[in-house]
């Protein structure tokens, strides 16, 4: 196995692109190296791109956030401003694993690892976030719902990786949430998560939402009737039930060690409607 | 002699371990941090199924593989007739023990060892795993105790024919032993009760979770002898294991303790040890070997899985008038499950004139089971405290008055033959019922639970040796690796005896050829039998000490008094010689101080404990978050209080851990799905409110000090005591482990289905 560290996005592209046998990208590691001592993953090649200073950085644009694929949860949560506009986003990255894990864990390779059970996805996609992905054929904005295609899988091709995460400028009234259901408090993988992202009218009413659900399904997906559901509403109990009814329909999981596919369906429209209140109070300025 | 509680100047203090800083700075040295020149790394091949005959096994191409020294196979292993070896808490049949190590003819489990390798590198000993060539013919398995004992189920050894019959049977099957106690007449009692009630109950296997893999190097010389380094429970059960497996003199083996990084009684047996001699011996080079997290799970010995049958009649006014139990344990692969001591335990923090207890060791296509903490105990007490709850509830009575009433005190006579001398049953119950804990409020969706548990405590074999420097300072040399914070009990034992402070006493956990034989660390016995040791060692101290002071002034030893470190003469005008002075003046006087101390060491004081514990259950989620936890205990003298409370607060997390979430899970396949820590879930801190103590100290009238063994207890009262508090909160009564929130939440929905209705 080679390890390269590279220091430059095209540089790890034409690393990347020039192995012909399998490669991995090393942001965080905190899958990558279990994978690997674990036999699940045996590259022939390592490129750590955590030393490449567009992946290391938050930057803010006229309200719009770019997070380098490498930025560990903990940076987001301590960022000045990224946490109070996307605390749904932040929260969901400062989630992952332990506090020790989010010290290195990052959204680049909670996406790019696919579990359908990542949970800063969800969030993310309910943001309307993209990426930019740096490749030998240059670089290309994609919509971060489009890159997992399956569980372990994504769309990325040969030679490409995920430099950047892209929030776009937050709506007026808005925010965001994530929950996510684990046996414990920590140290564990998602069973559902819900993510929540609303959008209030002057008067105080929602306009627009979208909610996503995690580990239900191959890949995280939105459940548009949820938030159909929400739109023209306060989030009163009708609303919420509804939500949770869309949910649980929407919702396609597995059974397996973890939890049945009964139990999956159910807790993802609880989850939905309580992440969807929590995002309406913080977008009312109550949370 | 014993110790006046009033006098006492370091027993019952809180210093700072003496291990506590190389622990928490990462210098201090575990099983897997020992290494030697020229060193090779051993990996085991492990059965990928659950039940298989042996066909062949082919090692040609791993053995040609440059950088493979020694490759083995089950054949390379001594056969071994059936043989009770005494190891720990429990007795180790060595024929057994030798398949265990590595199998022969068949595997049992997921997991079983095959075949082991040593090779220059972990890369080439790997791929020499990959190399060799098992032929397996699949056979028919079981996992489950109720399945195994099923007349048609796979049986796994030919030759069990149950032991604890009236008469032979005349075939083979599943369950090794059958055991019966039983005091008074059950029938009859059963006929005075009002109310009787009859519940059934369930476990999982759960493992110690110790967070230290299993590692050792052993060094084959070509004298015949052997040195180990490994971690361990007790260092000289693993030489004299590794002797009889291998045909060598417990002599010839020096075993030195690693630190040890926790073993809760899985590490009092021996997995690699023997391996890693074996293939020293064959390749001429000391062999290293450390088991992965996956291994440690699928090959070691977590605790039975059990099913159990509780029925008990009371009285219309609370009084137990007759207690039942039927216990089936699943030992896995091997027999020797712990269901004696759960058959001994579950109903004995109560007075009961008529009680039977019925036990099954089954064997089934599992792990073979080992010692974990109060092993049987806690699932005994589950099933028990959990029926009392239901009792209480239909009495109408407080759970712990209706525990008080029939509690066990001085003179109740339990089922396994035992008359309790001073015991702290009674005095405990009353602590958790005048806690501020008993008396708080609760809100919405939560409930509190209270369960009780016993645990006998050992005593067994201990050394130790006191030696004295010249310039006053002591180092107290003991033979039981330091799980519990025992090398400052030992310390403070002894620096009281000898009235000097606790910073002039080190302790030195000796190899197994520096100091007699010592009994493991289990068995909650180091701080009782060892601490009688070291105190009688010390003691052995002061008397030479006495001595040589009235030789110096010219006195007769019984005209010195000793105390607060220094002899003062009775009578005449010597001056007063401390143990500095006279320890300065060994040479002079006879020569160097050392004290000794062998003994087995009786008397080792009961503990009981109860536990409450509040529970919020999430009913949209199922949930379950412990809110509140108080654990109150007998601990007889708690001589380092801190780690008394932390013998506690561990034992009831461990608890919360195996009621809540974790499992064994094995498949439809007999295949462990859940071999790491991600899906085997142990409580993480996080979980946790800080977990109350309270000491209540009934002094065990054996013991210098007053000590009682307090290790174990604390495991006993958790599990019934979550499930409790779950049936407070939601009015639903949980009947098997683990309660997680996918069963719980399945019970909630049936519940309210049921409601409907």
Redesign the interface.
């Known amino acids: 196995m080679r390890f390269e560290v590279a220091d430059t996005l095209e540089g790890a592209a034409s690393l990347l692109a020039g192995e012909q046998g399998v490669a991995h990208v090393l942001a965080g590691g905190t899958d990558l190296l279990v994978q690997l001592r ?1 036999g699940m993953v045996k590259p022939d090649l390592v490129v750590d791109i955590k030393h490449i200073e567009a992946t290391r950085t938050i930057s803010e644009s006229d309200g719009a956030y770019t997070i380098g694929a490498a930025v560990a949860g903990a940076e987001m949560g301590e960022h000045r401003t990224l946490a109070s506009d996307w605390p749904g986003v932040t929260e969901g990255a400062e989630l992952i694993g ?1 506090t020790q894990v989010q010290g290195r864990a990052s959204m680049g390779g909670n996406l790019c690892n696919a579990s359908p059970a990542a949970d800063s996805v969800p969030a993310l996609i309910a943001a309307g976030a993209t990426c930019t992905v740096v490749g030998p054929g240059g670089t290309r904005d994609v919509a971060v719902a489009d890159i997992p295609t399956g569980p372990g899988s994504n769309s990325l091709g040969q030679g490409e990786f995920v430099a950047t995460i892209n929030l776009p400028k937050k709506a007026a009234n808005s925010s965001d949430a994530y929950l996510r ?1 684990i ?7 998602a ?1 559902v998560g819900a993510a929540a992202n609303v959008t209030l009218g002057d008067d105080g009413t929602i306009m627009a939402a979208k909610i996503v659900l995690g580990a239900v399904a191959p890949t995280a997906i939105e459940v548009p009737e949820a938030g159909a559901a929400l739109v023209g509403t306060k989030a009163d109990d009708d609303a919420l039930a509804a939500v949770a009814a869309a949910c649980e329909a929407a919702a396609k999981p597995i059974s397996d ?4 596919a009964d ?1 999956r369906k ?2 993802s429209g ?2 939905a409607k309580r992440a969807a209140k929590i995002a309406f109070d913080r977008a009312s300025g109550n949370a | 002699m014993t110790y006046d509680n009033e006098n006492l100047k370091v027993v019952g203090t809180r210093p700072v371990r003496p291990d506590g800083a190389d622990k928490v700075t990462g210098r201090a040295n575990f099983g897997a941090d020992f290494s030697m020149p020229q060193q090779l790394i051993g990996k085991v091949l492990r059965s990928p199924h659950p039940h298989a005959r042996i066909v062949s096994i082919d090692t040609s191409k791993a053995e040609a593989l440059p950088g493979v020294k020694a490759v083995m196979v089950g054949e390379d292993m001594i056969a071994m007739a059936h043989e009770m070896s005494q190891s720990g808490e429990s007795a180790i049949d060595v024929h057994d023990l030798s398949l265990n190590v590595l199998a022969r003819g068949k595997v049992l489990y997921d997991g079983h060892a095959v075949a082991a390798v040593a090779a220059t590198s972990a890369v080439i000993a790997d791929d020499a795993l990959d190399l060799i060539d098992v032929t397996y013919d699949v056979l028919p398995h079981v996992s489950d105790v109720d399945e195994a004992m099923k007349p048609d189920a796979p049986v796994l050894h030919e030759d069990m024919f149950t032991a604890g019959m009236d008469e032979k049977p005349a075939t083979a099957s599943n369950i090794a032993s059958r055991m019966e106690m039983a005091l008074g007449d059950v029938e009859e009692g059963f006929k005075k009760a009002d109310i009787v009630i009859e519940r059934s109950y369930k476990t999982k296997a759960v493992h110690q979770g110790y967070i230290e893999p299993h590692a050792v190097v052993a060094n084959f010389a070509e004298d015949g002898t052997a040195t180990v380094w490994c971690s361990s429970q007790g260092h000289f059960a693993i030489r004299d294991l590794c002797a009889k497996l291998l045909g060598m003199d417990s002599s010839a083996i020096r075993v030195t303790p690693a630190e040890i990084g926790g073993g809760f009684g899985g590490k009092t047996t021996v997995y690699l040890e023997p391996l890693a001699i074996a293939l020293s011996k064959k390749a001429g080079r000391p062999v290293k070997m450390t088991m992965t997290r ?1 291994e440690v799970f699928r090959a070691t010995g977590p605790t039975p899985a059990t099913s159990l049958d509780v029925k008990i009649g009371v009285t219309n006014d609370g009084q137990i008038v007759a207690a039942e139990a039927d216990f089936r344990f699943n030992a896995g692969a091997f027999k020797g499950s712990p269901v004696g001591a759960a058959c001994m335990s579950a109903f004995t923090p109560y007075t009961l004139e008529n009680v039977k207890v019925v036990g099954y060791d089954v064997v089934t296509n599992a792990c073979k089971s080992g010692a974990y903490r109060a092993p049987g105990a806690p699932n005994g007490a589950f099933a028990v405290e959990s029926a009392l709850d239901e009792l209480a509830h239909m009495l109408n009575m407080d759970p712990l008055d209706f525990r008080h009433q029939n509690g066990a005190e001085a003179g109740t006579k339990a089922v396994y033959g035992a008359t309790f001398r001073e015991i702290g049953c009674k005095d405990v119950l009353v602590a958790a019922k005048n806690h501020p804990h008993y008396k708080s409020n609760l809100g919405p969706n939560q409930g509190r639970g209270v369960a009780s548990g016993f645990w006998f405590n050992i005593g067994g074999q201990s050394n130790a040796a006191v030696n004295v420097h010249e310039d006053g300072t002591v180092t107290v040399v003991e033979g039981n690796p330091d799980i519990g914070g025992t090398r400052a009990a030992m310390a403070m034992m002894a620096a009281e005896v000898l009235g000097i402070p606790f910073e002039k006493v080190q302790v030195v956990v000796a190899d197994t050829a520096s100091i007699g034989h010592t009994d493991v660390t289990g068995g909650s016995r180091v701080t009782f039998a060892t601490g009688m040791a070291v105190t009688q060692a010390a003691e052995d101290v002061v008397r030479q000490l006495k001595e040589r002071a009235a030789a110096t002034m010219e006195l007769d030893p019984e005209e010195v008094v000793w105390q607060d470190g220094v002899a003062h003469p009775t009578k005449g005008e010597a001056k007063p010689l401390s143990l500095a002075d006279i320890a300065g003046d060994a040479a002079r006087t006879g020569g160097i101080i050392v004290g000794r101390s062998s003994i087995n060491a009786k008397g080792a004081g009961p503990s009981f404990a109860t536990h409450i514990c509040d529970v919020e259950v999430d009913p ?4 379950i978050e412990i809110l509140r936890y108080t654990a109150v205990q007998d601990v007889g003298k708690a001589i380092h209080p801190s780690y008394v409370e932390g013998q506690m607060q561990g034992g009831a997390v461990q608890g919360i851990g195996w009621a ?2 974790e499992e064994y ?1 094995y498949n439809e396949d007999g295949i462990l ?2 071999p790491g ?3 085997y ?1 142990m ?2 801190a ?2 946790l409110p800080m977990i109350d103590t309270v000491l209540v100290e009934v002094a065990n009238p054996s013991h210098p000090f007053g000590v009682r063994g307090v290790g174990e207890a604390p495991l006993v009262p958790p599990l019934a005591a979550v499930v409790n508090a779950i049936q407070d909160a939601t009015g639903i009564r949980m009947t098997e482990l683990p309660v ?3 069963k719980m ?2 019970a909630l929905e049936a519940n309210q289905k049921q409601a409907a209705e």
């Open positions: 674990a332990s259901m046996p414990r408090t920590e140290m564990d993988i069973i060690k973890r939890g049945s139990y159910k807790v609880v989850l | 996956a949209e989620t199922g949930r809540l979430n899970v799905e859940n820590f991600l899906d879930r409580p993480v996080s979980d997680s929130p996918v939440l399945e």
